[in-house]
Each structure stands twice: as structure tokens, then as C-alpha cells.
């Protein structure tokens, strides 16, 4: 799951179309984030990155861990470029390191052998077909990491702290790059906090992105906290004046993951995809996240590598997108978090969303049945997605 993504670029390289019997959407490779994978801790003239700085501080992140190795992707790139080819995806989300292109910021030379390191990687992608986005003309995005919301209780107070989390989130960054301006929701309550563009900002802002990228893993109840009392930190004004939980009446929205406040509530995808559907006219969108995390499980584990649960969770989430689809939402890539185990930011490498296993000590990359499932899943034969056959096309 990605964290601070301030010091990194994502690519998109290239698409692959899933063909249902109703609609047809993209499906991408998972993603590879540079901190959660690659390594190289100070290599070949990198420089230290806030996350580097912030998880070498004790106490900062689960059992010490650190980034410093991840996943070796530094020094094992043409094996892992392997295995998603192997997946029968052409397409590759990957992030580039500040600290390894610019180690000296602004005040420094670009780092070559930060440069021919990307470079490889690139190459050993195009080399097993990763085609590269509008011919490396590249269209420009904005992600952002969102649940998706049901009112906690029926009442109308709910619902509008609904839409005021979606605003407030995902419209946040959004909408002054759609629109050129804040969400409406948002100037209602903060008039004088929030700043004003000028006629010339808004128009250089209004429309200036091809698509907005939605990481979504899990819906959350929410509680109006404006009209009624919530509890400590639910008012808050950056968060919409909601309060948000994932029970009700002590019943959990959905099954639990191995993530804290994720749960597995499939819905949820195709109402977040197309609440920002309806919202931005219906301009290209990608989940470029989604994915489930193992419940922890005693050691030695016996069959660690049969993760049924992250087979359904998928086979749900894909159901739920498709529908979406079907609703008229241009999606145009799905991206499964992630690959591999690994670095989980604070989670330290405990929490595990992987479609392959990475054996911390030898570095031993085994892929789980879901890795198997999303393979044949990608090559044409034929499943069942929440009732429905579906098989996919490689284009």
C-alpha cells in the first residue's frame, strides 16, 4: 500500500483490456513502489529520502524495520520484470526515487547512475512488451487514496457527512484540477481558510489532467459530527466534520484483513468509481491500488501460500468494478497492490498484500494461488467473478 508518495513519479506503461459479457475494462500489473521494494539503501550516489530518515528513528515503524533492502528490487529488477511478464500483463506501474535521480535536491547534479539504473528497468520491461504510454508522450494524472462511505445511521445527516468525506478527500485534489476550484462542500464550511485562485490560476488549473487515479481498498461508515456529538477527533475541520468506524450496532461492515480499518466490502468499489465518475464527467479513471492484506497467522505457517481469501477479495473487487463499467464509468486501468510482500511503510513487513512471497532471509520470491489465480484470470480461461463468467483478452 503506497505512503508519502511526494518524492516519487508514477508511470503507467501501456494497458491490457478484460473483456466481460457486458463491458470490457483495463487490467495493469501491480504496482511498484520505489521505498516498498527497491532497495539499494544508499547506492550507486542515492541520498536519504524523508521515509529513509523517518524509519531509521526507533519506535517509528514496526520492529525497527527499515527500507534499506525491501525487496532487493535494486539488484534483482530483471528477475521481478520476469515474473510480471510471466503474469501475462503488458503493462508496469512503477515510482522513481528523487533521492536517487537529484540526491542533492536543487542544489545538486542529476545523480547518471540513478539515471541508467531507471533506464535498465525500462528497457527490461519494453523488452518483454511493456508498451509505453502514447508512445512515450505520457498523459499527466493525480492519484489519491480514498474509501468509499455509507451513512451510519438512515438519516439525512448522515448521508450529506458522506458526501462531505468524499469532497473532502478525493474532491480536495480533484476538483481545482478539473473544475479550478475547491469543492463547493468545502467553501461552505471553510470560507475564509481556504484560498482563492485568481481568474488566470483557475484557468490554468480547469481541465488540466487526463485522468485521476482512485486507491481504494476498503468503505468505512460515517457519522455526521456537525448536528450531533461524536467521538474526540471526529469534528475535525480537515476531515470533513465526520466520524467514521467500520462497525455498526457491532457488526463490522465487512470481513476483517490484516490491515487495521480495511475491510472487505466489494460494493464499495463500484460506488467510489462511480461517485467520481458522475462527479468529473466522466473523465478516464484508474484504481491504482486495490488489494487485500493476509490476517496475521501463527509461525511456522503451513500452505502461507494458499490465500484464498486474496483470491475472493479480488474476484469481488473486479465483480464490483465491472458493474461499474457497465454503469458508463470509463475505467481504463485496474492495478492489484502489489506484486510482492513488502516494506508497508509503518506496518514494517508484517502486513502482507502480495501475489508472491518474499523469503526475508534468501530474498526467494514464491508465488502464492493468487498469483496463479490472476494468471490464468488473464489467459482467456474462463472463471467466476460473483456469479458471472468472465475471461480476459490480451490486446
Known amino acids: 500500500m503506497s505512503g508519502d508518495q511526494n518524492s516519487h513519479i508514477n508511470f ?13 475494462m ?14 539499494g539503501y544508499l547506492e550507486d550516489g542515492k541520498s536519504l529520502s524523508n521515509w529513509d530518515v523517518f524509519s531509521h528513528i526507533p519506535g517509528n515503524i514496526k520492529n525497527n524495520e527499515t527500507g534499506d533492502i525491501a525487496d532487493d528490487n535494486y539488484h534483482r529488477f530483471l528477475e521481478d520484470a520476469e515474473i510480471a511478464h510471466t503474469l501475462g500483463v503488458n503493462a508496469y506501474r512503477f515510482s522513481i526515487s528523487w533521492a536517487r535521480i537529484l540526491p ?42 480514498t474509501n468509499m462511505y455509507e451513512p451510519l445511521r438512515d438519516v439525512e445527516s448522515d448521508r450529506q457527512a458522506v458526501n462531505r468525506l468524499l469532497a473532502f478527500n ?6 481545482p484540477l478539473v473544475f479550478g476550484d475547491y469543492p463547493p462542500e468545502m467553501r461552505r464550511y471553510h470560507r475564509s481558510e481556504l484560498p482563492r485562485f485568481s481568474a488566470e490560476e483557475t484557468e490554468c488549473l480547469k481541465g488540466s489532467i487526463d485522468y ?16 450531533s456529538p461524536c467521538p ?8 470533513g ?4 468506524t467500520g462497525e455498526r450496532d457491532g457488526v463490522l461492515i465487512g470481513e476483517p484483513t490484516g490491515f487495521d480499518r480495511f475491510y472487505v466490502v466489494p460494493r464499495g468499489m463500484e460506488k467510489i468509481v462511480d461517485y467520481f465518475s458522475k462527479r468529473y464527467k466522466n473523465i478516464p479513471i484508474y484504481v491504482t491500488e486495490n488489494g487485500y ?9 503451513p500452505n502461507f501460500e494458499h490465500d484464498f481469501s486474496r483470491i475472493e477479495f479480488h474476484k469481488g473487487y473486479l465483480a464490483a468494478l465491472a458493474r461499474a463499467i457497465r454503469k458508463g464509468a470509463d475505467v481504463r486501468g485496474y492495478f492489484i497492490w502489489s506484486l510482492m510482500d513488502n516494506f508497508e511503510w509503518a506496518e514494517g513487513y508484517g502486513t502482507r498484500f502480495g501475489l508472491y512471497r518474499i523469503d526475508r532471509g534468501t530474498m526467494k520470491r514464491t508465488p502464492k494461488l493468487s498469483a496463479k489465480w490472476f494468471q490464468h484470470f488473464l489467459s482467456n480461461r474462463h472463471i467466476m467473478i460473483a456469479g458471472t463468467e468472465a475471461n480476459a483478452t490480451v490486446m
Open 104 to 145: 542533492r535536491g536543487r542544489f545538486g547534479k542529476v545523480n547518471r547512475r540513478g539515471i541508467e539504473f531507471y533506464n535498465k528497468v525500462i528497457d527490461s520491461l519494453l523488452r518483454r512488451g511493456k508498451s509505453q504510454e502514447r508512445k512515450q508522450g505520457g498523459s499527466i494524472g493525480i492519484i489519491v487514496s
Open 212 to 227: 485521476i487515479g482512485i486507491n481504494h481498498y476498503s468503505t468505512s461508515y460515517a457519522k455526521d459530527c456537525i448536528h
Open 293 to 301: 492484506s493476509s490476517l496475521p497467522v501463527p509461525q511456522p505457517v
Open 232 to 239: 474526540s477527533g471526529g469534528n475535525h475541520f480537515v476531515k
Open 26 to 39: 483495463l487490467l495493469e500489473v501491480p504496482p511498484r513502489l520505489q521505498l516498498a521494494v527497491e532497495g
Open 241 to 244: 466534520f465526520a466520524y467514521t
Open 12 to 24: 503507467c506503461l501501456g494497458h491490457q483490456l478484460l473483456h466481460t459479457r457486458h463491458a470490457s
Open 170 to 175: 478525493g474532491g480536495w485534489i480533484f476538483d
